[in-house]
């Protein structure tokens, strides 16, 4: 069966999403709708949809999903979070100003809203495991230049860090996202070099990983910690592993740490309850069920 078939005979003709990318085999997506459906007694199903890097591929699946009775949307993770946009009947204010989309939601007419939860879940998450966190506490360090990138600069942005520090592997991109969301209060955003990443941790009050590095199946990544102050909070996005090199390494020298899966956990519940219709909270028990699926 196509994996288009197998979703659909997995939900057996209840309303469903589905987590899009690829690839997807690791996402924890499932495993978290799934308790809050089940949790609440609903009728429904999430499951997982890998969708190539194609144009025809995304374009096969806006088609699914609009002229499929009982799908609802669906959560986009690498690397579509960019290219589905233009797709979409509707763009989310939001995520307009973001310029990304993790959530589609489809409305009744059968039309396709593009909708940003990431920001929301990656704050939620940050003052959950920080909360002695503050904006204007001191510089942040952000890895990463793509789609969960411009929802964490767009957060911080919004936060009042008083300096942004922009690193990414292709320099181009992160000069493109700097200049997006550059604060017109006389805030910095620094474009920093790869090369250069280490050295800028000196005197930062919180660093961001947004990149795949440190993913399952991805390269770790390779960070010397030695000028990053004892205090500074560390945040890596990525939820499989949840204990990645960096988070394992920081941990060990004192640094408060936050992994991936409170984001992940955060942003699910705008999505969840638009498709299903059921407001919903994150607490430690869903999150101990997830980590054990």
Same mark, same amino acid.
């Given at each position: 069966?196509? =994996?288009?078939?197998?979703?659909? +005979?997995?939900?057996?003709?209840?309303?469903?999403?589905?987590? *899009?990318?690829?690839?997807?085999?690791?996402?924890?997506?499932? +495993?978290?709708?799934?308790?809050?459906?089940?949790?609440?007694?609903?009728?429904?199903?999430?499951?997982?949809?890998?969708?190539?890097?194609?144009?025809?591929?995304?374009?096969?699946?806006?088609?699914?999903?609009?002229?499929?009775?009982?799908?609802?949307?669906?959560?986009?993770?690498?690397?579509?979070?960019?290219?589905?946009? =233009?797709?979409?009947?509707?763009?989310?204010?939001?995520?307009?100003?973001?310029?990304?989309?993790? &959530?589609? *939601?489809?409305?009744?007419?059968?039309?396709?809203?593009?909708?940003?939860?990431?920001?929301?879940?990656?704050?939620? $998450?940050?003052?959950?495991? $920080?909360?002695?966190?503050?904006?204007? +506490?001191?510089?942040?360090?952000?890895?990463?230049?793509?789609?969960?990138?411009? $929802?964490?600069?767009?957060?911080?942005?919004?936060?009042?860090?008083?300096?942004?520090?922009?690193?990414?592997?292709?320099?181009?991109?992160?000069?493109?996202?700097?200049?997006?969301?550059?604060?017109?209060?006389?805030?910095?955003?620094?474009?920093?070099?790869?090369?250069?990443?280490?050295?800028?941790?000196?005197?930062? +009050?919180?660093?961001?990983?947004?990149?795949? !590095?440190?993913?399952?199946?991805?390269?770790?990544?390779?960070?010397? !910690?030695?000028?990053?102050?004892? &205090?500074?909070?560390?945040?890596?996005? *990525?939820?499989?592993? !949840?204990?990645? =090199?960096? !988070?394992?390494?920081?941990? $060990?020298?004192?640094?408060?740490?936050?992994?991936?899966?409170?984001?992940?956990?955060?942003?699910?519940?705008?999505? #969840?309850?638009?498709? #299903?219709?059921?407001?919903?909270? *994150?607490?430690?028990?869903?999150?101990?069920?997830?980590?054990?699926?």
């Amino acid at each position: 069966m196509s =994996p288009y078939e197998t979703l659909l +005979a997995e939900a057996h003709g209840r309303p469903f999403a589905a987590i *899009v990318g690829w690839p997807v085999e690791h996402s924890r997506s499932p +495993a978290l709708h799934g308790y809050w459906l089940k949790k609440h007694g609903l009728s429904g199903h999430y499951g997982r949809l890998p969708v190539e890097p194609k144009p025809e591929a995304l374009a096969a699946l806006v088609a699914f999903l609009r002229k499929t009775p009982n799908a609802r949307g669906c959560n986009l993770t690498l690397p579509h979070k960019i290219d589905i946009m =233009p797709l979409l009947d509707r763009i989310h204010p939001d995520a307009e100003r973001i310029g990304a989309v993790n &959530t589609v *939601v489809k409305q009744p007419d059968g039309s396709l809203e593009g909708r940003n939860s990431d920001a929301f879940g990656f704050l939620a $998450a940050l003052r959950d495991g $920080a909360p002695q966190w503050r904006g204007p +506490a001191g510089p942040v360090v952000v890895l990463g230049a793509g789609g969960a990138a411009r $929802a964490v600069v767009c957060s911080l942005v919004d936060a009042g860090v008083p300096e942004l520090r922009l690193i990414n592997r292709t320099q181009a991109a992160a000069i493109d996202l700097g200049v997006a969301f550059t604060p017109s209060d006389g805030r910095q955003i620094m474009i920093e070099r790869w090369d250069e990443r280490s050295a800028m941790l000196d005197g930062a +009050a919180l660093l961001v990983n947004t990149t795949s !590095l440190g993913m399952k199946g991805q390269p770790p990544l390779d960070l010397d !910690l030695a000028r990053l102050p004892m &205090t500074a909070v560390v945040d890596d996005i *990525v939820s499989v592993p !949840l204990e990645t =090199p960096l !988070l394992a390494t920081a941990r $060990a020298r004192g640094n408060p740490c936050i992994d991936g899966l409170g984001m992940l956990l955060h942003q699910g519940r705008l999505g #969840f309850e638009a498709w #299903f219709g059921k407001k919903v909270a *994150v607490t430690d028990e869903q999150r101990r069920a997830v980590m054990a699926a």
